[in-house]
């Protein structure tokens, strides 16, 4: 018979963490139920309380911590004085893509993500905020090394979200992909993506030949 443990173990807000993910990714916030978060990580209901003050702390910080993974080495992205702006662009699409089809994340975390970008919550502007702009400021730095000086601030954020776009694509329609590319979904691995996003952005901007040349 498993032991509940006591809501003061320092084991228990790692492990609420990330059984709350599950649920919530399955469930959504509000059918999903303390108790049952509690009963799958064999914690003390009280638990949940003392870590986070309630379920939608619980949520929000269960949100970010499935986005963590991604964010993780991202935000804080540097480079060797003098490096490229092209090459740093490829970097960055290497590092984001590969984080995202990381085979060692689990299904749910996708899955949680999908669901509040879906419909947003109280979690959205906490992430946003503490994972998502500092993402978007490497990639801005990165873009304003590469397009025309004085390009404006609009325009910075439509290539990055063109950019971001194709990589976040291959993580959330991947069944499908799988399905239309068959036999040859062996060529949409993380180094191939990667690969394909950077020269097909580096030649929209001109700093590569056209696809296909």
């Known amino acids: 018979m498993n032991t509940v443990i006591e809501a003061t173990d320092p084991t228990t807000r790692e492990r609420l963490l990330r059984v709350a993910g599950q649920v919530f990714a399955e469930k959504g916030l509000e059918a999903a139920t303390v108790r ?9 209901v009280a638990a949940v309380h003392y ?40 970097d960055f699409i290497a590092g984001f893509i590969s984080r995202l089809l990381d085979p060692s994340r689990p299904p749910w975390l996708v ?24 993402i978007a400021e490497v990639l801005r730095q990165i873009l304003q090394d590469i397009l025309p000086a004085g390009a ?27 399905q239309v590319a068959g036999l040859d979904y062996s060529y949409f691995e993380p180094p191939a993506l990667a690969e394909h996003i950077s020269r097909f952005t580096l030649a929209a901007l001109g700093l590569e030949k056209p696809m296909g040349r």
Not at 70 to 81: D, F, I, S, T, Y
Not at 116 to 132: F, G, K
Request: aromatic share 6%; charged share 20%; proline share 8%.
């Open 51 to 90: 870590h986070f003050g309630g379920k939608e702390r619980l949520y929000i910080e269960s949100v970010k911590h499935a986005h963590g993974s991604v964010a993780e080495g991202m935000k804080n992205a540097v480079w060797p004085p003098g490096t490229p702006p092209a090459q740093r662009l490829r």
């Open 111 to 134: 899955k949680l993500m999908m669901r509040e970008m879906a419909q947003p919550t109280a979690a959205c502007a906490e992430l946003v905020r503490d994972n998502i702009l500092p």
């Open 152 to 178: 404006p601030r609009w325009k910075l954020l439509m290539v990055g979200n063109s950019i971001i776009s194709q990589c976040v694509f291959y993580c959330q329609n991947r069944p499908i992909i799988e």
């Open 36 to 44: 049952e978060i509690c009963g799958r990580a064999e914690a003390n």
